[in-house]
């Protein structure tokens, strides 16, 4: 049980005191999902954090993990049950391997097949991948939704956050603890949401089998 945050904004984070230190404040909150490492990366208008439980490649499995470029990083929380045989697929088609963990495993995936990469992995699994240069982030969650991945615009609408707890946001006021009332009212009618969204505005849980991008501000 892994846990991270990121936060994208249209703005860089340079100069931006206020948002990093809430931004480190949130991570700190999340640290119960991953006590033995912690680590922030920041750039250009991403701010990254992951907290780790080392469970597998205990001495190779930091993140964010970056590809061989640095051109992609993946933040990932789950456990894939069939990445030794993926490692030797992947090797068979000459993509070397460096750290040859699960993070990789999916990276070098995506980066080969795009979004077919999903239809390898076998196990529960909740990823997002960045690309610095174009920031593009791509999103997934396993076909049964175990580890979740909440996403969403910032109540100021100048972020767009995704985490794996989004208690953390709501605890530093990034998001407003608001109840979502149509929401609340398709729960009590059928005892279910059947969409994206959930009881808190501005958050939305990402379903199982279910992928998201952010694109040139474009959400889909």
């Given amino acids: 049980m892994c846990g991270f945050l990121v936060i994208h904004s249209k703005n860089n984070f340079k100069d931006n005191i206020e948002i990093k230190n809430k931004f480190k404040q949130n991570l700190s909150i999340l640290q119960d999902r991953g006590p033995d490492e912690s680590s922030i990366v920041e750039f ?32 990932f929380n789950g ?7 993926l490692i030797e697929f992947l090797l068979q ?14 990276l070098e995936l995506y980066l080969y097949y795009g979004e077919e990469c999903l239809s390898f992995l076998k196990g529960m699994f909740a990823f997002v991948i960045i690309d610095k240069i174009s920031g593009k982030i791509f999103a997934a969650s396993d076909r ?13 609408k100048k972020c767009f956050y995704l985490t794996s707890n989004f208690s953390s946001l709501v605890t530093t006021k990034v998001i407003e603890k608001k109840i979502d009332h149509l929401v609340l009212e398709q729960f009590i ?7 994206s969204k959930t009881l808190i505005n501005n958050v939305n849980d990402l379903k199982n089998a279910s992928l998201i991008k952010l694109e040139n501000n474009n959400l889909t």
């Fill in 44 to 75: 250009d208008n991403f701010l990254i954090g992951f907290n780790r439980l080392s469970i597998n490649n205990i001495k190779n499995g930091s993140q964010p993990f970056f590809s061989k470029c640095k051109r992609y990083l993946i933040c």
């Fill in 79 to 85: 456990e894939i049950v069939n990445y030794k045989e």
């Fill in 93 to 106: 088609k000459n993509i070397k391997m460096t750290d040859k963990n699960e993070a990789e495993v999916i």
């Fill in 144 to 156: 049964f939704g175990i580890k979740p991945i909440y996403y969403g615009y910032t109540d100021n």
């Fill in 189 to 195: 009618s059928f005892g279910q949401i059947y969409d």
